[in-house]
């Protein structure tokens, strides 16, 4: 059974910074990529950022150059370092993974609980 827990989230004033972490446990034969998404109250998740297993990003717009992904292999985690914060991330954020548990598994996503992050002064 794969699961993927976070940890990190909360209260952050505009302009500062929070960081998320994620554990991914349970079988894996194949990890092709990990990252995070957000929602928004009413919409759909976004995409944030990802980094494939040969270590390609992928960063949505709204983040370049405030957002952070990385990837640890060794221990199947990936972390969120968010910098210069700004109200309109206030969102919920979900750790994301795209794996295949068995050699002759479905290559799946797998999703974290997600974890509220808030933006105010």
């Known amino acids: 059974q794969v699961q993927l827990v976070e940890s990190g989230g909360g209260l952050a004033q505009p302009g500062g910074s929070l960081s998320l972490s994620c554990s991914v446990s349970?079988?894996?034969?194949?990890?092709?990529?990990m990252g995070w998404y957000r929602q928004f109250p009413g919409k759909e998740r976004e995409l944030i950022g990802k980094?494939?297993?040969?270590?390609?990003?992928d960063y949505a717009d709204s983040v370049k150059g405030r957002f952070t992904v990385t990837r640890h292999n060794t221990n199947n985690t990936v972390d969120l370092q968010m910098d210069n914060l700004k109200p309109e991330d206030t969102a919920v954020y979900f750790c994301?993974?795209?794996?295949?548990?068995?050699?002759?598994?479905?290559?799946?996503?797998?999703w974290g609980q997600g974890t509220q992050v808030t933006v105010s002064s």
């Open positions: 349970g079988r894996i034969f194949t990890n092709f990529a």
């Open positions: 980094v494939t297993r040969d270590g390609t990003t």
């Open positions: 994301w993974a795209d794996l295949r548990p068995f050699l002759r598994g479905s290559r799946t996503d797998y």
